[in-house]
């Protein structure tokens, strides 16, 4: 387990793993568009590294960020990795020479996936992978069956501890939860996009992590004013405001806040410790009202 005692504590992922709940999203390290290398690759090397010294081991990052960029850059600054940390990824896409985000979800394009995700990272064993479907910020009904049974399967060959999965409707939750057990759910989830309220609790019931992305995405000019007007009154930032809300929103909610700087790392930290009073509480629970 962590030995810092960072803002949330820690949280209980699975009986083999604790993680702080305020980790780190990996997908800035690579270039614009999440393409590429980065324009300075020692500063990405040094903001990981700072990630372990400030006490986060809880790590979310996918192969196909750069594509491969992001996990090379993790493997260069952390390998070996210290015995606590938990590397998070993610397969269901691949990146074409666009640029582009297509679909890759049959049993040979996720096996794929898994092997690259393991040289990459240097690993012979991935702590937690989360197969993604749906859109960018919303999940598409349809069957799981034949992708997150692929992932089973390898699961059962020793190359994944634990499954999780990402943009899922309940239903779909349910659905995987029949062929074998989750441990977390990446969903689109905000103060102003709410869809997922009822399954946050329903989770967290279960003992499920809850990791929302883009926690500041989606807001309209005037959800945004009311966020910012919070964060005007607390002396903080909008962006402290958002963190700290999913924070006491429910205790099964992991955060996942990149950066690819070493200051904006530091800010990102110290911004998790803001507590909201009831009242700034209110205010922003009825942004989505």
């Not at 960018?136 to 390898?154: H, K, N, R, W, Y």
């Not at 659905?175 to 103060?191: L, M, R, T």
């Not at 995405?217 to 809300?245: I, K, N, Y």
Request: glycine share 8%; hydrophobic share 45%.
């Amino acid at each position: 387990m962590p030995t810092t005692q960072l803002p949330g504590g820690s949280y209980a992922l699975a009986h083999d793993m604790t993680v702080t709940r305020v980790g780190y999203g990996a997908m800035q390290l690579a270039g614009p568009h999440v393409f590429g290398p980065p324009a300075d690759r020692e500063e990405a090397v040094a903001v990981l590294r700072e990630v372990i010294a400030l006490g986060i081991n809880h790590i979310d990052t996918s192969d196909f960020y750069g594509p491969h960029v992001t996990n090379q850059i993790i493997r260069e600054a952390l390998h070996p990795y210290p015995e606590d940390l938990v590397i998070v990824t993610k397969v269901g896409a691949r990146r074409d020479e666009q640029g582009g985000w297509p679909k890759a979800t049959s049993p040979d394009e996720l096996r794929r996936a898994i092997h690259e995700n393991l040289e990459n990272l240097g690993l012979e064993r991935l702590d937690v992978v989360n197969l993604r479907l749906g859109a960018f910020d919303s999940p598409e009904p349809g069957p799981i069956e034949g992708p997150f049974t692929a992932l089973v399967q390898m699961q059962q060959e020793g190359l994944i501890r634990h499954l999780g999965v990402s943009t899922f409707t309940a239903e779909q939750i349910a659905e995987a939860q029949s062929i074998a057990p989750i441990v977390c759910v990446q969903n689109f989830y905000n103060i102003a996009h709410r869809t997922d309220d009822e399954l946050v609790a329903s989770l967290a019931e279960q003992g499920i992590a809850y990791v929302p992305y883009f926690p500041l995405g989606g807001f309209t000019p005037l959800q945004s004013d009311v966020l910012s007007r919070v964060a005007a009154e607390l002396g903080a930032s909008p962006m402290a405001v958002a963190q700290a809300w999913l924070l006491q929103r429910s205790p099964n909610i992991l955060l996942i806040p990149g950066t690819s700087s070493l200051a904006h790392l530091r800010e990102n930290v110290a911004a998790a410790a803001l507590v909201l009073p009831e009242q700034a509480l209110a205010q922003l629970d009825a942004i989505a009202g």
